[in-house]
Every structure is written in structure tokens, then in C-alpha cells.
């Protein structure tokens, strides 16, 4: 069964300071999708990036980058030069391939609460 | 845009009460799917659906059940209201695959936060 662990519950950094949260995923399939999303305070999800098993690149887009490590199962994102508008709790995600009789679910993590102060 | 609608933000239900929570998305969505949010657990799945009238169970389905009637809509329902049901209730949506691994990202309602007393 796919479970993702985000060890991190809360970290707070002062502004302008990198941050670095972690995700670890487990899966038996060797083709999935990963997932970053942020939860800002007024409570919506919002999607930051998908990434598939095939593809380790790291990805970077603007302040934020992603490293994917299949090695060692994990899908850290990280923040650079942090702001405060960037607090809010972040989920990883895990989505198996899609089934022949059904479709894709999507399990999270338990998110890490992040806290940016001027 | 994507548009994931609840039908409510704040509800407020009594113990032993049937509660429905209705979930409506505008862009032709296969997959649709309901969790709950609660401090330190992060969301947990409770059913999705992948077409009207198919539906699969989470990781915690006990004490809900779901209907999708409709390709745009899927309802939660919580069949006699419990205080451990109060929390956070997300809806999602997300396009089907064309025959693999086409596995897109969902799209989130605002939430429904319930308050069973």
C-alpha cells in the first residue's frame, strides 16, 4: 500500500533563511506520481508540482526547487529566501499508477506546518 | 478554471443527525474524492469515485457512505452523526487517464469544516 511520511510537523524560520521540508514516500508500483501541495490559511488547497517516477530531474521554479531521489524514496522541497507569505502547511503526495478497472487515488501526508517571521 | 464547490463552509450538525455534504465540479472530471483534515493526521482519504455510480473505499470509510449520481457531483454522507465526525471535509476533483499513466493533480474545494454536538 503507498504511504507517505512528512517526519517535520512544524518548522519556523525567520525570513530570507532556506528551508527544507521532507517527504517519503513508500509504493510497490514502479510508476507513480508525486505531489506538492500548499495550504495557505484561508484553507485551499493549492498544487505546486507533479512529478512521475521516470522522471528524477530536479526541478526549479522560481524560489522553490524540488529534489526526487528514487534511492531513497523521498521528495524534498525546498524554499529559498523565504518570505512570510510563504507560511502555511504543505502536503506531499502519492499517486499510483492508474488501474485497469478503476482510477488513481491520492494518499498524504500529514503535512508540515510551516512559520516564516519577519 | 477549475472549478471544486462545496456546499457549504460551516455546518454545525447534532449527534444522530444524517448530514450531507454535496461537492460539485465544472470541468468534466472522471475522479472525484472525499477526505478529512484533522490536526497532525494531514487528510485521509474517505471514498473517491472514478465515474457516476462507481465508488471505492479510503483508508477510513466507517460511518460515511458516498453517491455520485452525476458526473459532476459527489455527495458525503454521514449516516447518523458522531462528535469524532467533526472536523475538516475536503472535496477534489481530477481528470481521468487515457489508458495509462496520466495521473494529474487534483483540485480542491474550499472545505467544509462540521461541527457535530
Known amino acids: 500500500a503507498q504511504k507517505v511520511t512528512q517526519a517535520q510537523t512544524e518548522i519556523s524560520v525567520v525570513e530570507k533563511e532556506d528551508v527544507t521540508l521532507d517527504c517519503v514516500y513508500e509504493t510497490r508500483d514502479t510508476t507513480y506520481y508525486l505531489f506538492w501541495y500548499k495550504q495557505p490559511p484561508s484553507g485551499e488547497l493549492v498544487f505546486l508540482i507533479r512529478r512521475n517516477s521516470f522522471d528524477e530531474q530536479n526541478e526549479i521554479s522560481g524560489r522553490y526547487s524540488w529534489n526526487f531521489q528514487k534511492s531513497t524514496s523521498s521528495f524534498n522541497f525546498t524554499i529559498t529566501a523565504s518570505q512570510v507569505v510563504d507560511s502555511a502547511v504543505y502536503f506531499c503526495a502519492l499517486s499510483e499508477a492508474q488501474r485497469v478497472m478503476g482510477n488513481n487515488d491520492m494518499r498524504f501526508g500529514a503535512g508540515t506546518r510551516l512559520t516564516v517571521k519577519p | 478554471d477549475v472549478k471544486v464547490t462545496q456546499s457549504s463552509r460551516y455546518l454545525v450538525k447534532r449527534t444522530g443527525e444524517k448530514v450531507f455534504l454535496e461537492c460539485v465540479q465544472d470541468?468534466?472530471?472522471?475522479?472525484m474524492f472525499w477526505y478529512r483534515q484533522d490536526p497532525g493526521l494531514g487528510l485521509r482519504l474517505i471514498y473517491f469515485?472514478?465515474?457516476?455510480?462507481?465508488?471505492e473505499k479510503g483508508d477510513i470509510p466507517e460511518g460515511y457512505s458516498v453517491s455520485r449520481e452525476k458526473k459532476e457531483r459527489f455527495s458525503l454522507i454521514l449516516e447518523s452523526a458522531s462528535t469524532n465526525q467533526t472536523s475538516m471535509y475536503l472535496c477534489a476533483s481530477s481528470p481521468g487517464g487515457t489508458g495509462g499513466y496520466l495521473n494529474t493533480e487534483a483540485f480542491f474545494g474550499q472545505g467544509t469544516r462540521l461541527t457535530v454536538v
Open positions: 470541468m468534466d472530471h472522471e475522479n
Open positions: 469515485s472514478y465515474d457516476v455510480k462507481m465508488k
